[in-house]
């Protein structure tokens, strides 16, 4: 019977997902602690996550950032380890596919303590992204593999996980449930489209933060030069990145429009609700935009959600200006119904918590 449980966090996603878990299992009666590892630590990329979406503090505090992978993910293992010694929780949860994903499985894993990973089975098949080799990683060494789609089940099994000493369970999606959660208290607290003055031009809602296209000149030129293309025609909000915000100025890319700082969660459920399309290289977003029924063009060149594309909500354009172009032209005018269950309906925090307690 599992009644201790730490989960290892670290990175905006991460908090996100974590928040309506976190509430679940306070309600089963479940006892959490909570490691925080310091991977994104300004106040807007995390503090405002654990006060807006009441997350429970963090009874540690690693303060591990601002290192290459290898120094970031090597000390981060050192220090969770110290903690599962004193803690020894039953089980330790992960979420995702960060670095801190990755440290927390392989610290618990190696002191025999089972590992249950939320967002399991998702693959982009591009071992070249980090987060491909975090997910692979952790997926192999947890107990507990929660999927969030039909696709991620069917990963796993490709993989052999049938002959493997786990569960593989599809939960559903916890981002939905927490954009179904968090949906009216943004309504209420979120002052942005008045403070950004977004009532009447119509404007599109963008990111870029994948190392691919941010440490890449030419993929992060097109993108942008498409951008600065659709600003004329649109305005262009784009809360920045820290690791953006670097490149732009190490890169000397020059854009059109002023981007805007990363925003708390309530904000960003606004932006998106009242946007007229999205266009990023986030995983979460690209689920979100769906969630709240908008297009999203995506500008990588494969992605995880593949049940977006196949059903027309999502396209993939890579950093392809006149690609991005022409899909906005199109996205503009395209009608769907978005009324389809891909991802749970917001059950997914629950399933988790009872699947645990089983
Ligand atoms: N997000 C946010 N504020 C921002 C940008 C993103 O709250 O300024 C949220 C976004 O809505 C989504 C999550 O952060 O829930 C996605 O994180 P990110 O794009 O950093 O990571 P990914 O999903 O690609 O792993």
């Not at 630590?41 to 290898?70: Q, R, T, V």
């Not at 098949?125 to 929660?146: A, C, G, H, Q």
């Not at 950004?196 to 890449?216: A, F, G, M, V």
Request: aromatic share 8%; proline share 4%.
């Amino acid at each position: 019977m599992i009644k201790k449980v730490l989960t290892v966090l670290g990175a905006r996603p991460q908090f996100i997902k974590a928040a309506n878990v976190s509430r679940k299992l306070s309600e089963y009666g479940i006892n959490e602690t909570i490691v925080h590892t310091g991977q994104h630590f300004d106040n807007n990329m995390s503090k405002i996550f654990f006060e807006e979406m009441d997350i429970p503090k963090p009874k540690y505090n690693l303060d591990i950032h601002s290192l290459s992978h290898g120094a970031m993910t090597g000390r981060m293992i050192e220090e969770i380890e110290k903690i599962l010694k004193v803690e020894l929780p039953d089980i330790v949860l992960v979420y995702g596919d960060t670095n801190s994903t990755l440290a927390g499985a392989l610290a618990a894993q190696k002191l025999d303590i089972p590992v249950a990973h939320v967002e399991a089975g998702l693959r982009s098949f591009n071992l070249k992204m980090p987060e491909e080799v975090n997910r692979i990683l952790t997926d192999r060494i947890s107990s507990y593999l929660f999927c969030p789609t039909d696709n991620a089940l069917k990963n796993l099994k490709n993989e052999g996980f049938e002959n493997f000493p786990c569960s593989v369970i599809k939960s559903g999606d916890v981002m939905q449930d927490a954009a179904l959660y968090y949906d009216k208290k943004a309504n209420e607290k979120s002052k942005i489209i008045e403070s950004l003055n977004l009532n009447h031009p119509k404007y599109l809602l963008c990111t870029i933060h994948r190392q691919e296209n941010t440490d890449n000149k030419n993929r992060l030129s097109n993108i942008i030069n498409a951008l600065n293309e659709l600003s004329k025609e649109y305005k262009i909000v784009l809360p920045i990145h820290p690791r953006t915000q670097n490149s732009f100025k190490k890169l000397l890319i020059q854009l059109d429009f002023e981007p805007i700082n990363p925003v708390g969660y309530f904000d960003m459920i606004q932006l998106i609700k009242n946007c007229e399309f999205v266009i990023t290289d986030s995983g979460g977003l690209q689920k979100e935009a769906f969630f709240f029924k908008k297009y999203c063009i995506t500008t990588r060149d494969e992605t995880e959600w593949v049940e977006l594309v196949e059903n027309g909500f999502n396209v993939i354009v890579g950093a392809d200006k006149e690609k991005i172009l022409s899909e906005a032209k199109l996205v503009a005018k395209k009608i769907s119904n978005f009324n389809i269950d891909l991802y749970g309906n917001g059950k997914a925090s629950e399933n988790i918590v009872k699947s645990l307690l089983l």
